[in-house]
């Protein structure tokens, strides 16, 4: 009916419905949003066959807390892929190094910017879109090259 | 079984009894039913079940020794009721009552399947409203376009054809008066069944659309039921290719050559001095269930899926429920749904919603 289908998909994962409200309010009007409250739900849902483009995952939650949550994503194949912002109240280098280490792609710390929260959800988007067509082009260049590596051997065969 | 004994007054002619059910089941309570003490006319008995009974030939013939010859399978559908209820008053011997109503406004079922295939343009601005409008159709096998206002309406009419047009009369941009008024002048689609939508019975509304050339009106929030009527009303029959059984169920209906199942009759005069109050019956009971199996079950299918993902489209999905689900017995446990979600905890949510569609035996 509208273009919900153009959307790229963000996955908000916070323990407080708070947060989660503001997060919508910055980014709902762009993106097709999903939440979370847990780690447990976040990596159901990421793991979903219409994966998502971006997870905001906040670091300090019961339970699992998000380092955990990102270090099991990535050790999924089908979720390693999902570019991970941390999100966070603590501000000291050391656990940004941490997470980083982790292999989450960026940071945002509460409380949050709204400008600086679009800014940052926008260029980890575009980054994987570039990322996303990269990986097509080079499967394609692949296939390419069996195609003519078959046709040579073939030939070389006759 | 306790309600019929109470209500031996006001009696029942007919039950409708769940196959599966704690404590006593369907089977059970039909025997106890028939073989009852004090009560004048023993009511029909339909047996509601989730198996389809062909499949399970000893408890089919057991029922039918209780004298049970008519069930339904889950989920019931609109015209999977009317069609057993049919079948088993229409063996009173009169079954003229149903068919002979008004002329034209006879069976639900069988006209649905006139128009089934046509296309339909929706012109409406408000997007709950065409979420629901578009699902009552669907459900009638109609094709649905929809336009956002009348000038996308007019500009699609410029290149498509429809069968028939539901206006809304108040929306942006262009409304339903001038949007018609075009479509009438300057496309010059005069033959054009186009159908407003007003807002509650304003008849000032009714007049400024027959004025502006619409041919009919039905009034919001739609019902289904009533576009049907409509539709069917203004929708010319075409030579659509419907399915075997469709044709079979309309000639068998409409030439007696159906063969009556053979149930303990009900006395004609008896029936005939029932027959008024029966058909309100039967029309609250459909339109009932048309709200329950064409708008709210796939409503609560795609809000399931919504809360299985976490998608936050759940959260005006709950606003197009609230209005079938407020004022109801359920209230109490969609609002404690509502809650979950304000909560974002969708799993919570996700358990309360499918005990409310237990409820309604609706399966997601």
Redesign the interface.
Known sequence: ??S?AEQQKV?IVDDT?EN?HIL?GIL?DQY??????NGE?ALK?AA?E?SMDLILLDIMMPEMDGYEVCAKLKANRKTATIPVIFVTALTADETEAKGLELGAVDYITKPFNPALVRARVKNHLEMKNYRDKLEEMVREKTNELMITRDVAIELWVR | LAALKKDQDNRFDLVFIDWKMPGMDGLETSRRIKAMDGIAVKPEIIMITAYDLSELPSEASEASQIGINKHLTKPVTESQLFDVVMDVFGAGGDKSFAFSHDGHKGLISDRSADIKGAKILLVEDNEINQQVAQEILQQMGIEVDIAGDGLQAVKILKKIKYDAVLMDVQMPVMDGYEATRQIRNNLGLVNLPIIAMTANAIIGDRKKSIDAGMFDYVTKPINPVEVLEVLVKWIKPKSRSTSGTDKFNREGFNSDKLPWPDIPRISLTDGMTRLGGNRKLYRKLLSQFCDINIIVRPLLINLAQMLESGSIKCVKQLRVLDSHLSNTKLEKQFQQLRKDVDMFDMDSALGRLKAIASALEISL
Do not use: R
Request: overall charge negative; glycine content about 0%.
């Open positions: 009916m509208t919900f996955l419905p989660i919508m709902e097709d949003l999903s939440v979370a409250i739900k849902i979903m219409s």
